[in-house]
């Protein structure tokens, strides 16, 4: 944080961040105390030492994520780099990483694919991955690691159709996602680029086939039309497939984890929408606030000088929008420390707010809708392995997730 920075006489610094989640929905105690204090817009202090600020309140998380002056991409001078992996060098940049305009070319290309139409026209698909991976693991029972076993490859075959990805290298993309995303808090920044490589490598050869030997993804329809008007450069198609593959990845499996544990833990939400399915989508969106595992994937630079909250943010701070604490507003959420299958307030930030709200959304409510309802239908006394005291978060990053369910029915 510049000297320059205002910040009112005797505000107390906030914890250090990322602060750990040890629990899938629990509000951890760093946040309960970031609310507590009652300032929109906060000070913080990263792994490095650096300070930027963090934002609690949902009213300003709003004004902020729409505000032009704040930057996504990570080399911004200020940018809130929260482990050492993320200071790596990287010879790419995702579209989540790019600013209007060169950032809605890139998204209006990919807006077709993931339209509510389209999205509902994979429910065939989507409920076929999930019966097959649940009949693997019922013949195999009566226990399963849900993580390993069905929210990491339900979503990776989605995401491998989407990106004509073969079935032989459906593995390969699991463990290279799994690295990126649940270990990438504890790799160092050579094993990070190492693992980038690999992963850019091979969708780099992909990219090549599909632009002279197309099928019928959404990875052949971006090759094809490359190949066609040159609107992508052959690099921007590699690192869009990057993103796509890892990031509708991640968050969708990480919520489906979550999303099993908090209903297994609130009984009585569960048994309302096993008895009513329509609730189904109501409570998708419930988890979706409620578990909030996009954590810290919201953070941006500031381009000019911000005066919000109360306070004023320089050019070249950070900003940090923990999903998690802005979604647990009690200005916008009732009683928001409550899990409520019934709840109506549509107005959760899990996907995001402006020009990067999530694209892919529609599909990630898809499978969440359709994983969810199949397996609590056809394993109604599915509980827990183990105390819930012994299940384990990755370690802090861009997006919370369980490293392992043990379950049994």
Same mark, same amino acid.
């Given at each position: 944080? *510049?000297?320059?920075?205002?910040?009112?006489?005797?505000?107390?610094?906030?914890?250090?961040?990322?602060?750990?989640?040890?629990?899938?929905?629990? !509000?951890?105690?760093?946040?309960?105390?970031?609310?507590?204090?009652?300032?929109?817009?906060?000070?913080?202090?990263?792994?490095?030492?650096?300070?930027?600020?963090?934002?609690?309140?949902?009213?300003?998380?709003? #004004?902020?994520?729409?505000?032009?002056?704040?930057?996504?991409? #990570?080399?911004?001078?200020?940018?809130?780099? =929260?482990?050492?992996?993320? #200071?790596?060098?990287?010879?790419?940049?995702? &579209?989540?990483?790019?600013?209007?305009?060169?950032?809605?070319?890139?998204?209006?290309?990919?807006?077709?694919?993931?339209? %509510?139409?389209?999205?509902?026209?994979?429910?065939?698909?989507?409920?076929? &991955?999930?019966?097959?991976?649940?009949?693997?693991?019922? %013949?195999?029972?009566?226990?399963?690691?849900?993580?390993?076993?069905?929210?990491?490859?339900?979503?990776?075959?989605?995401?491998?159709?989407?990106?004509?990805?073969?079935?032989?290298?459906?593995?390969?993309?699991?463990?290279?996602?799994?690295?990126?995303?649940?270990?990438?808090?504890? !790799?160092?920044?050579?094993? =990070?680029?190492?693992?980038?490589?690999?992963?850019?490598?091979?969708?780099?050869?992909?990219?090549?086939?599909?632009?002279?030997?197309? +099928?019928?993804?959404?990875?052949?329809?971006?090759?094809?039309?490359?190949?066609?008007?040159?609107?992508?450069?052959?690099?921007?198609? @590699?690192?869009?497939?990057?993103?796509?593959?890892?990031?509708?990845?991640?968050?969708? *499996?990480?919520?489906?984890?979550?999303?099993?544990?908090?209903?297994?833990?609130?009984?009585?939400?569960?048994?309302?929408?096993?008895?009513?399915?329509?609730?189904?989508?109501?409570?998708?969106?419930?988890?979706?606030?409620?578990?909030?595992?996009?954590?810290?994937?919201?953070?941006?630079?500031?381009?000019?000088?911000? +005066?919000?909250?109360? @306070?004023?943010?320089?050019?070249?701070?950070? @900003? &940090?929008?923990?999903?998690?604490?802005?979604?647990?507003?009690?200005? @916008?959420? +009732?009683?928001?420390?409550?899990?409520?299958?019934?709840?109506?307030?549509?107005?959760?930030?899990?996907?995001?707010?402006?020009?990067?709200?999530?694209?892919?959304?529609?599909? *990630?409510?898809?499978?969440?809708?359709?994983?969810?309802?199949?397996?609590? +239908?056809?394993?109604?006394?599915?509980?827990?392995?183990?105390?819930?005291?012994?299940?384990?978060?990755?370690?802090?990053?861009?997006?919370?997730?369980?490293?392992?369910?043990?379950?049994?029915?």
């Amino acid at each position: 944080m *510049s000297e320059s920075t205002t910040v009112p006489e005797g505000t107390p610094a906030s914890p250090a961040f990322p602060v750990p989640r040890t629990c899938p929905f629990a !509000l951890p105690q760093g946040y309960a105390d970031l609310r507590e204090q009652g300032d929109a817009i906060q000070r913080t202090t990263l792994f490095d030492g650096t300070e930027a600020w963090v934002v609690t309140a949902h009213a300003e998380a709003r #004004k902020l994520l729409a505000d032009g002056r704040l930057s996504s991409d #990570k080399l911004h001078a200020g940018f809130p780099a =929260i482990s050492p992996a993320e #200071k790596a060098h990287r010879p790419f940049r995702t &579209i989540t990483e790019l600013d209007p305009p060169e950032h809605d070319v890139h998204r209006r290309m990919l807006l077709p694919a993931f339209t %509510a139409r389209r999205t509902q026209d994979m429910r065939p698909l989507v409920q076929r &991955i999930v019966d097959e991976h649940l009949d693997a693991i019922t %013949a195999k029972g009566p226990t399963a690691d849900l993580v390993a076993e069905f929210a990491v490859p339900v979503q990776s075959a989605v995401i491998c159709h989407l990106l004509d990805v073969p079935q032989e290298d459906q593995e390969f993309f699991q463990e290279k996602t799994r690295q990126i995303t649940q270990e990438r808090g504890t !790799l160092g920044p050579e094993e =990070i680029q190492q693992v980038l490589r690999e992963t850019w490598g091979f969708l780099d050869q992909r990219v090549k086939k599909l632009e002279s030997d197309p +099928e019928n993804g959404l990875l052949s329809v971006l090759a094809a039309e490359r190949a066609n008007t040159g609107a992508l450069e052959h690099h921007d198609l @590699v690192a869009m497939a990057l993103v796509l593959l890892v990031a509708a990845q991640e968050t969708t *499996s990480s919520t489906l984890g979550s999303g099993i544990v908090t209903l297994l833990r609130h009984p009585e939400q569960l048994a309302r929408v096993t008895a009513d399915p329509e609730l189904w989508p109501n409570a998708v969106e419930e988890l979706l606030r409620y578990t909030s595992v996009a954590d810290m994937g919201t953070r941006r630079a500031a381009k000019e000088d911000i +005066e919000i909250g109360g @306070v004023v943010i320089r050019a070249g701070e950070g @900003v &940090i929008i923990p999903n998690l604490l802005v979604n647990r507003d009690p200005k @916008v959420f +009732e009683n928001p420390d409550v899990f409520d299958v019934g709840r109506t307030t549509r107005t959760h930030l899990a996907f995001g707010h402006g020009v990067h709200n999530c694209i892919g959304q529609n599909m *990630s409510r898809v499978v969440l809708e359709i994983a969810f309802r199949t397996l609590f +239908e056809r394993l109604p006394n599915l509980r827990l392995a183990v105390p819930a005291e012994e299940l384990k978060m990755s370690p802090p990053g861009g997006v919370q997730t369980l490293t392992a369910l043990p379950v049994t029915w």
